[in-house]
C-alpha cells in the first residue's frame, strides 16, 4: 500500500478488562481488517489516558509562554543593542531563532497531540512541523558546537584568530550551518504521514513516522543517526574542545599577550556560560535519546510507568528550548542589564561600546590588537 496516497488504518486490541485498552500499532489494509496481527502490551486505562490529556498540555503551555517570552528578549537584546553585536552574541541569536521555531511551530501542535484524538491538521502540516522539529534539534546542537569553538579560539588563540573571530564570518558560518541542516534534513519530508486508527471503540489520527512503524531496520536507521548525529557526535566535539582547552590553560601555554586581568577573567565568565549552556542541553536530550535507542534496539516495557517516564522525557527535551535565557539572566551580567532595560522600556546606548567585545579585522599594530583582545569578552 503507498502511505503518501492511502490512509494507513491502526487497530485496537483489548484485554479481559473492559474499558483497558493497549496500545499498539499495526497496518491494515482497512479499518475492519481482521487478519490483523497486533502485538500486545500492558493495558493502559483511560484514566491514566485522561490525566496524560490534561497535564501534558499544562507542561507544554508553560514551556511555551516562557520559552517565546525568554527566547524573544534575548533576540531584541542583540538585534536591538549595538554592544551586544560579537561572534559569540550572534551564536547565542541563532541558538535562541531555533529554540523559538520549534516554540511556534512544535511544542503547541505536540501539546495538541496529547490533548486531542485527532490530528486534524493534514498531511502538508503534519509533515512541516515533524521537519521543523529535527532541523530545529540539529540547529541548536550544532549552534552549541560553533560556541564552543568560538571559545577554544577566544582562549587558546586569542591573538592568531582575530581574523577569523570576525562578525562577518560568524553570520556566513551560522547561515551555511542553517542551510546545511535544512538540506539534509529534507527526506524526512516524505516520511511522515497521517495514519487513522481504532482505539478505545472510537476512530482516531496521528502524525507519525509511517516507514518507522513499517519498517523496524528502517526504525533502527532512522533513530541511530538520530543519537549518533544529533547527540553523541556533536558533544564529542564539544568535549574534545573544551578538552583540549582544559590542557593548554592547566600547562599554562596559553597565550596571554598583554590582556588585561579583566579581559581574562571575562573569558572565563563566556566560557563559564557556554559550558553550562551545553551541559543543560545534554542533560535535557539525554533520557529521550535513551528511550529511542531502547525502543528500537531493544525491548521497551509498555507498562504505565515506562510510558509515564517517556511523555516526562519528552517534555524535559522540550523544556530545553525555554531554559537557555534563564541562564543567560542569572549567569550574564550584561543579558541581565539588558533584560532590565527591555522590560522597563529603557533605551540602550548604541553608541559607547564600553568593555564589551568587539572584533575587527582592521589590526593596525600591536596596541591597537591588544586594546581589542581586551575588549573582546565582556559581551555577555
Partial sequence: MDVTQEPIYLVETRTADAGNVSYSYTQCMSANDTNCTISSSEPMSMTFETVVRIVVPIIFSMIAVLGFAGNMLVIIVVVANRQMRNTTNFLILSLSLADLFFIIICVP????????????????????????????????????????????????????????????????????????????????????????????????????????????????????????????????????????????????????????TESIRSKRRVTRLVVIVVLIFALCWLPIQVIFMIHHFGTYPGTKIFVAIQIASNCLAYMNSCVNPILYAFLSDNFRKSFRKLLSFGKFNGGRRLQYERTTTKVLDPSTRTSNINNNENCL
Fill in 109 to 260: 501542535f505536540t501539546a495538541m497531540g496529547y490533548a486531542m484524538t485527532t490530528f486534524p491538521f493534514g498531511q502538508i502540516w503534519c509533515r512541516i512541523y515533524q521537519y521543523v522539529i529535527q532541523v530545529t534539534a540539529y540547529a541548536s546542537v550544532y549552534t552549541l558546537v560553533l560556541m564552543s569553538l568560538d571559545r577554544y579560539l577566544a582562549v587558546v588563540h586569542p591573538i592568531s584568530s582575530m581574523t577569523l573571530r570576525t562578525e562577518r564570518n560568524t553570520i556566513l558560518v551560522i547561515l551555511l550551518s542553517w542551510a546545511v541542516i535544512f538540506l539534509c534534513n529534507t527526506p524526512i519530508i516524505f516520511q511522515f504521514n497521517v495514519i487513522t486508527y481504532r482505539f478505545a471503540g472510537e476512530n482516531r489520527s496521528a502524525c507519525i513516522n509511517t516507514r518507522v512503524y513499517m519498517d523496524p531496520d528502517h526504525g533502527k536507521l532512522f533513530y541511530g543517526c538520530f543519537f549518533v548525529f544529533a547527540y553523541v557526535l556533536p558533544l564529542a566535539l564539544v568535549v574534545i574542545l573544551y578538552g583540549t582547552m582544559l590542557k593548554r590553560l592547566l600547562h599554562g601555554v596559553v597565550p596571554r599577550g598583554n590582556q588585561s
